[in-house]
């Protein structure tokens, strides 16, 4: 099971388709129990060195392990490592503003393996920053978090993520409790501190060894609620933040549910549209097809079978760009045709299978991280009473987001720590927020609840009349030149500017 539609790393699916009050001061806020990093971890020396393993290709960039608190109310225990990766400033050293920190989403999405496959994207931003990311702590190099074996998650993609009878239920809890049970005999002490507070809280431990007076922030996807986050607990050291498709704040897990399954709606109705189908018709017949898939697992040419869930899967990953949607055209006619295969490679590109079977851990991460942040542990019978709602949002994906609050982290061995994250951020400089109308992972709604939620003065909102997750870098020369100019020169648009 995978909650693939939570606040997925920006441009990470795409790319593999087409080839959520403190003082202030610059030494940490109070809020959770947190405490200030003792001197021996502010004045740190980082060793950059050429990155290992093919993660960061060409001499441009470097990589890095910084000491982190692993219980932030006791900076001065027991440490962890955090994994950064960074390219120099290209431009000339008196024009440099400092460092420019980047999380592209998840959570659980690598920085380290991420940043380098957008560094032409970013090319005018390096003229005046260091470009640098960061695995958040329980990701990657950052004591990485592995719950099960390829193995065991291949036997769990034959569970049904929208169980009908007794029987599937029991499997579906099961399989639930099992994932818990492995995060927890992996992940051991840290499985309490992976919080996206406590990797707020390393960000500006980052700020202080990368040297920098303030924070500049680029955000993408969930990684714009750490951002918010981080602006609420040091809102003194806020420089120039970007957060770009937005996760909205006020949402708890259901409600972010929910958000998505309107999201992902409107993103399968325009792509219908532009296909020439009637949304209402389209959506009807991709239903009976899940329907049928729910009965009958189809045959795919490597000799899986594609499920019910899997294909959902499928079918919202080239959700995530408009240029991805004809690969989504020929995977459901070929299901239509009684060939698996086209969804199943997307579900795959997903879930990170790669061809000899082996998974990536973008959703162990995830879960540990998103569990230990949600208090809300929906139960069997609160989900069975909001379904039909669900349903009549979406009948492609409201049932499995449904059961998803469901099951995410239940019987989880750590209590989440709130019901919808503070970002409140009285006093910081402008942030500057970017929605896209036709985002379907974080729907436009959030965009204005987030700059709400930060304050008067504080969130300023461009739109884009768009499709697809995030903006940045997406096709449109207006929000670029807003973006850039904000980050280069401190330029903050008015409140409200729209790109179409």
């Not at 599937?168 to 639930?176: G, I, K, S, T, V």
């Not at 501190?193 to 202080?208: E, G, I």
């Not at 018709?281 to 040419?301: E, K």
């Amino acid at each position: 099971m995978a909650r693939f539609v939570r606040w997925a790393a920006w441009g990470a699916v795409v790319a593999l388709v087409v080839a959520g009050c403190s003082s202030g001061s610059s030494k940490g806020g109070s809020d959770g129990g947190g405490k200030a990093a003792g001197q021996s971890l502010t004045d740190q020396k980082l060793d950059w060195k050429r990155c290992a393993g093919g993660s960061a290709p060409g001499a441009v960039w470097q990589c890095a392990t910084m000491k982190a608190p692993l219980d932030w109310s006791k900076p001065e225990g027991r440490t962890i490592d955090v994994g950064l990766v960074r390219a120099r400033s290209s431009g000339a050293a008196s024009e440099r503003i400092g460092s420019l920190l980047f999380n592209f989403g998840g959570p659980g999405a690598s920085g380290v393996d991420t940043l380098p496959s957008f560094g032409s994207t970013m090319a005018s931003l390096r003229e005046r920053y260091d470009l640098v990311s960061f695995d958040p702590r329980g990701v990657g190099r950052s004591e990485g978090v592995r719950c099960r074996s390829d193995r065991e998650i291949a036997a769990a993609e034959t569970v049904d993520s929208t169980p009908d009878t007794p029987q599937e239920e029991r499997a579906y809890f099961q399989d639930a409790a099992g994932f818990g049970r492995g995060c927890a005999k992996a992940a051991g002490d840290l499985l309490s501190h992976v919080s996206t507070t406590d990797t707020a809280r390393d960000m500006d431990l980052m700020r202080q060894v990368l040297g920098d007076t303030k924070t500049h922030y680029f955000g993408i996807s969930y990684g714009t609620e750490l951002g918010g986050v981080y602006a609420h607990l040091f809102p003194g050291n806020v420089g120039r933040l970007v957060l770009d498709a937005v996760v909205d704040p006020t949402a708890d897990a259901v409600g972010h549910a929910r958000n998505q399954a309107r999201g992902f709606q409107l993103a399968l109705d325009n792509y219908l549209r532009s296909t020439g189908q009637d949304p209402e018709a389209g959506t009807r017949r991709i239903a009976d097809l899940l329907a049928r898939l729910d009965a009958d697992a189809l045959p795919a040419s490597s000799g899986r079978r594609l499920t019910q869930t899997l294909a959902v899967t499928g079918i919202v990953t080239p959700l995530y760009s408009e240029s991805s949607w004809p690969s989504l055209t020929r995977a459901l006619e070929e299901a239509e045709g009684g060939d698996g295969s086209g969804l199943l490679a997307l579900a795959d590109a997903y879930n990170e299978r790669d061809s000899s079977g082996r998974y990536g851990t973008t959703t162990h991460s995830q879960r540990v991280i998103s569990c230990l942040d949600d208090k809300q542990r929906p139960t069997a019978d609160e989900i069975r009473e909001t379904l039909p709602e669900f349903e009549r949002i979406s009948p492609v994906f409201g049932p499995y987001l449904a059961w998803d609050t469901a099951g995410w982290c239940h019987d989880w061995p750590v209590s989440g720590q709130h019901d919808t994250p503070e970002v409140s951020a009285p006093g910081a400089a402008p942030i500057l927020l970017v929605g896209n109308t036709g985002d379907p992972a974080t729907p436009y709604e959030g965009a204005r609840r987030m700059a709400d939620e930060l304050g008067k003065g504080v969130g300023v909102l461009l739109t884009w009349r768009g499709e697809g997750h995030g903006a940045y870098g997406s096709g449109s020369d207006c929000v670029d030149s807003v973006v850039d100019a904000y980050l280069l020169d401190g330029t903050v648009p008015d409140d409200g500017k729209v790109c179409s």
